[in-house]
């Protein structure tokens, strides 16, 4: 259960939705959550704190030039731990749909 000060930095904010970062987040859980350590993030996002909105800007620069050389497979853990926790219902549904895939 998040805090009062985590239910804050959980909250989207106006840069969550610039310049495709929604969409971003979107493909950090489905390359993420393809992985059991992003599973394990999963079953216990707390293990690595909420990303504060210019390191996670910083993040998500890094992760974009990663996947834009060709390195689609790497995925910050961090970052993705941090989507994870702001945005647990899509994480829940991401994941149960990457397992039905793989049964």
Do not use: K
Not at 49 to 74: F, M, V, Y
Not at 83 to 95: E, F, S, Y
Request: proline share 4%; charged share 35%; net charge neutral.
């Amino acid at each position: 259960m998040l805090d009062q000060t985590d239910q804050a930095a959980a909250e989207p904010s106006a840069a969550d939705f610039e310049d495709g970062n929604r969409e971003l987040d979107r493909q950090i859980l489905v390359s993420g959550l393809a992985t059991r350590a992003g599973l394990g993030l999963l079953r216990n996002p707390q293990c690595c704190p909420l990303l504060g909105e210019e390191e996670r800007r910083r993040r998500r620069e890094i992760q974009r030039s990663l996947w834009a050389g060709g390195a689609r497979r790497i995925v910050d853990e961090g970052l993705l731990a941090d989507a994870i926790r702001r945005l647990p219902d899509l994480a829940a549904r991401i994941a149960g749909s990457a397992w039905r895939r793989i049964e």
